[in-house]
């Protein structure tokens, strides 16, 4: 970790990156007793929880010190315990209604395939305990929405529409949310998904996702999973949505993948699809990620296989150091910088600010949808696209003279 310790100097920050390591690779745990015994008063406990919880690692950082509480206040360690035995209940009790999803799913044969978190507690963590998941995400075919929509309407399950018409999420999105009133979370949210990503332009992501499933039996319900490769590209196409872009979480996903399937993966698949559904960069960005907490790829030639520029690269790595820690926490600013470099092309994101459905403006934006206002702002939009202009052209000056660590 030395070489990070000059990027990364600030020991709230190693201690995350020890903790997201020991996740991937129990045997370095030993990291963290180093760090904590350098640490003393000067250690700052409130920025380390507000930066555990944007990279959503509470439930493991409370199994890693929950027998250290001597170094920590009463108050942090309450808040670390009180967040773990939560996400503990919420996890039980998201996985007991997948299952009945599932059998309802099943007894009316319609294929349907658990995606993220589910999805990884049978296969890459030790336990539900491990990683936090705040709903359930399954994937249907598009032409068996309808009887999937029947099938949550049956369980109880109303649409979660966000106050946004149905032709939207149909037309623009690849999913659509359901919710059921829940005693203890107040409600459990269900996203069925139709596709991994939007369809832009004739392309549809990975069109043989779904010849290409692993079976398995989960207490007696036959359950669908990902193939590896697709997973993979499940984790990378889900960063081009608004949220947590740097999020650890993520990333310790990715790397945990590839270190227990390293020499089972398809990479001639991943490095075709990738080319063929426009996906290079985002996939750059996810591997890169992950490499920093691991270095998994050392051994690898991938991440050079990808047709990213090099100046694309740079700037790619040099975006993930300085922001992985950003102190202003604005999502959005995060989110809209990235924007850029998760396309294959600079004008894959200007064609999207161009052509973004009013709904997703006025969602982006807290507007409320459909109202005068909202159609004004609507309508002046391009003014934001002059704004972008300038990354655009500071992307292409950075093209020449660019500066920053490869991180793969």
Not at 226 to 235: A, N, P, R
Not at 245 to 265: F, P, Q, R, T, V
């Amino acid at each position: 970790m030395s070489g990070l310790n000059k990027i990364f100097n600030k020991p709230e920050e190693r201690l995350i990156f020890a903790i997201a390591r020991a996740l991937i690779n129990p045997a370095r745990e030993g990291d963290i007793k180093d760090i904590l015994e350098s640490v003393g008063n000067s250690f700052k406990w409130d920025r380390f929880i507000r930066f555990i919880q944007y990279h959503e690692l509470l439930p493991i950082t409370y199994i890693l010190l929950k027998d250290k509480q001597q170094i920590m206040s009463p108050a942090i360690y309450e808040k670390l315990k009180n967040s773990y035995f939560f996400n503990l209940a919420r996890n039980m009790l998201l996985s007991e209604e997948f299952l009945v999803i599932a059998k309802a799913f099943n007894e009316r044969n319609i294929p349907f395939i658990p995606l993220k978190g589910l999805s990884f507690f049978s296969d890459i963590y030790p336990d539900i305990s491990y990683r936090s998941m705040v709903d359930i995400d399954i994937m249907v075919k598009r032409e068996d929405l309808f009887s999937a929509e029947k099938i949550m309407i049956d369980l109880d399950y109303n649409k979660a529409l966000s106050g946004l018409r149905d032709s939207y999420w149909l037309k623009e999105q690849c999913h659509i949310s359901f919710r059921k009133k829940s005693g203890f979370l107040s409600s459990v949210v269900v996203d069925v998904h139709w596709d991994l990503d939007f369809k832009r332009g004739k392309t549809l992501p990975l069109p043989k996702l779904w010849l290409r499933l692993r079976d398995k039996e989960v207490n007696g319900n036959r359950v669908r999973y990902l193939s590896i490769e697709d997973t993979i590209f499940s984790l990378v196409l889900h960063k081009r949505r608004f949220g947590n872009i740097l999020s650890l979480k993520e990333a310790c996903d990715l790397a945990i993948i590839l270190n227990k399937y390293n020499s089972e993966i398809d990479w001639d698949y991943i490095l075709k699809w990738a080319r063929l559904c426009r996906m290079e960069s985002a996939l750059y960005f996810s591997l890169s990620q992950s490499n920093l907490l691991d270095n998994i790829l050392a051994s690898h030639s991938i991440p050079e296989q990808l047709k990213v520029p090099f100046w694309k690269r740079k700037v790619i790595n040099s975006f993930i150091l300085k922001n992985t820690f950003f102190e202003d926490m604005d999502l959005k600013n995060i989110y809209l910088k990235a924007h850029f470099l998760l396309y294959d092309s600079l004008w894959e994101p200007v064609e999207y600010i161009l052509n973004i459905p009013q709904e997703q403006f006025a969602k982006f934006y807290n507007l409320t949808p459909y109202t005068t206002k909202t159609n004004l702002l609507y309508r002046l939009r391009y003014l934001y696209f002059l704004r972008n202009l300038f990354a655009i052209i500071l992307f292409r000056k950075m093209r020449l003279r660019v500066s920053g660590i490869s991180l793969a």
